[in-house]
């Protein structure tokens, strides 16, 4: 069965620190992959998303992540992190041959100064 | 419209009632989610539509939730007999037409049972 994996529940990181939130998930073929991110009270934004080609992904906000087959993850990073960063941040995982999308539970980010 | 547009923001009701939760989506975006937000808790699967008919309802937790979309545009959640535990955030997606593409979010739905 298809499945998404955030190991980290809750991550504290240092203002202008580095940040890796990692995502494994558990699927057939390599699926669509994606990262949200939600603010309190907010819906959820895409950050970055990954069909093919480039392995290394780009998105907004100075996230990229960088998906590898051989571990099933697909990792967020960002260089350095900022008090707005702070967020729940969601990985998903979305299946090629149909409509069907399935979510991580989360990492609650907080960002000290 | 720009983006999702989920109605009403938040929903105060006591036991029993029913609501309606209304998700209007992005101008020409042919699939729909519904998903389930408990506190703290990570995105639980309602329902999808494809146009007007719903392939996959599985996720609904028990037959007092029900979904209709109608012109292939806005849809209705309905909660019969709202329970305690039925209260959380609720949330729609829209998605283009074909297996590509992501899904936009609106703001979502605060729904709390009293």
């Known amino acids: 069965a298809q499945s998404v994996t955030q190991p980290d529940i809750h991550i504290t990181v240092s203002e202008g620190a580095s940040l890796e939130l990692r995502c494994n998930y558990s699927y057939g073929a390599t699926p669509y992959l994606f990262w949200y991110v939600q603010s309190p009270g907010q819906g959820l934004q895409l950050l970055l998303k990954?069909?093919?080609?480039?392995?290394l992904v780009q998105g907004i906000k100075g996230f990229e992540a960088e998906f590898k087959r051989s571990q099933s993850s697909f990792n967020l990073r960002k260089p350095s992190v900022h008090w707005s960063d702070a967020a729940e941040y969601f990985c998903?995982?979305?299946?090629?041959?149909?409509?069907?999308?399935?979510f991580g539970t989360g990492t609650s980010l907080t960002v000290i100064p | 419209g720009a983006g999702v547009s989920q109605s009403p923001s938040n929903k105060v009701t006591e036991k029993g009632k029913d609501v309606e939760l209304r998700c209007d989506p992005i101008?020409?975006?042919?699939?729909l989610y519904w998903y389930r937000q408990s506190l703290g808790q990570g995105l639980e699967f309602l329902i999808y539509f494809q146009g007007n008919s719903a392939p996959d309802k599985s996720g609904l937790p028990s037959d007092r939730f029900s979904a209709e979309r109608t012109g292939g545009s806005v849809s209705t959640l309905t909660i019969q007999r709202t329970q305690q535990e039925d209260s959380a955030v609720y949330l729609c997606?829209?998605?283009?037409?074909?297996?590509?593409?992501?899904?936009?979010f609106g703001e979502g739905s605060r729904l709390t049972v009293l």
């Open positions: 101008s020409g975006h042919t699939a």
């Open positions: 990954y069909f093919s080609g480039d392995t």
């Open positions: 998903a995982v979305g299946d090629p041959t149909g409509n069907q999308f399935y």
């Open positions: 997606a829209s998605r283009r037409q074909g297996n590509t593409g992501e899904l936009f």
